[in-house]
């Protein structure tokens, strides 16, 4: 059970992710949204 909820959280933290990395991109550019997803990689795993 525990693991179905951490699968479906990781689900939507994906979605909602992208959603924002794209309009990250458009307002501060691929080198910065980069930088910065590459830190929330780091820290989230």
Do not use: K, N, P, Y
Not at 11 to 40: I, K, M, N, P, Y
């Amino acid at each position: 059970m525990i693991h179905l909820a951490s699968c479906v959280e990781r689900l939507c933290c994906q979605q909602w992710g992208a959603h924002v990395s794209r309009s990250f991109r458009r307002t501060f550019g691929d080198d910065l949204a980069a930088a910065v997803e590459r830190g929330v990689r780091l820290r989230g795993s």
